[in-house]
């Protein structure tokens, strides 16, 4: 199946604070999703961004399917950011995660 | 929206127990997944079904055994649990290759 790697694993940051999460796949793709899973251990979803660029508030999140990496921006960062950020990608039918990167928002 | 939903929340077993979580979603969806996630680790596949009447293994299928009763339902059942199948299960739906919806999850803890 296919690879999924995430960097960094965990990250600790001041409030107020940019972020750049990273995804990197071993193989093409027809999906990339991002998430927050947050401490109460729910997933939510963050962008849908197989190819591309997308923002959403604070996060945006761009797709580079040809060099098979996705790379997550949050700025500005607050406390209720905290939580596990996943990218999940999907090899036809499988759905495969990465391990998460934990992120720590400090007040 | 109820969207997908995992029941039960909670749930302890014995080991060599039995037990079959149950999960449904109302979105219409074909394709309906089960994961286990371990602490500190991401989600792995155990099963999936791609559409009704139709179910594949995926990376950690060991143990486990699923049903896709119709469209909206897919259960998964573990015939005689094992400590090492202590875990949080999520359930998880969508259409082919678009945005996937993941029920509350089910902590399990087999002793």
């Known amino acids: 199946g296919i690879q999924v790697e995430q960097s960094p694993p965990d990250l600790i940051l001041q409030e107020g604070a940019n972020s750049t999460l990273r995804c990197n796949f071993s193989?093409?793709?027809?999906?990339l999703q991002w998430f927050h899973q947050n401490p109460w251990g729910q997933l939510i979803n963050l962008f849908y961004?197989?190819?591309g660029t997308k923002q959403n508030g604070r996060l945006s999140a761009t797709t580079v399917a040809t060099e098979r990496y996705s790379l997550l921006y949050i700025s500005s960062s607050q406390t209720t950011d905290s939580g596990v950020y996943f990218c999940?990608?999907?090899?036809?039918?499988?759905?495969?995660f990465g391990s998460g990167t934990k992120l720590n928002v400090k007040p | 929206n109820a969207g997908v939903t995992q029941t039960p929340k909670f749930q302890v077993l014995k080991t060599g127990q039995s037990m079959t979580l149950q999960c449904a979603q109302d979105?219409?969806?074909?394709?309906m997944y089960w994961y286990r996630q371990d602490p500190g680790m991401g989600l792995r596949l155990i099963y999936y079904?791609?559409?009704?009447?139709?179910?594949d293994k995926g990376e950690v299928p060991n143990g486990y055994n699923v049903s896709r009763l119709n469209k909206r339902e897919f259960s998964l059942r573990l015939e005689s649990a094992a400590p090492s199948q202590t875990s949080v299960y999520f359930c998880?739906?969508?259409?082919?290759?678009?945005?996937?919806?993941f029920g509350q999850g089910t902590r399990l803890t087999v002793v």
């Open positions: 079904s791609a559409s009704e009447g139709t179910t």
């Open positions: 961004i197989p190819s």
């Open positions: 193989d093409s793709v027809n999906n």
């Open positions: 998880a739906s969508r259409r082919a290759s678009e945005v996937a919806f």
């Open positions: 979105m219409n969806h074909n394709s």
């Open positions: 999940a990608v999907d090899d036809f039918n499988k759905f495969y």
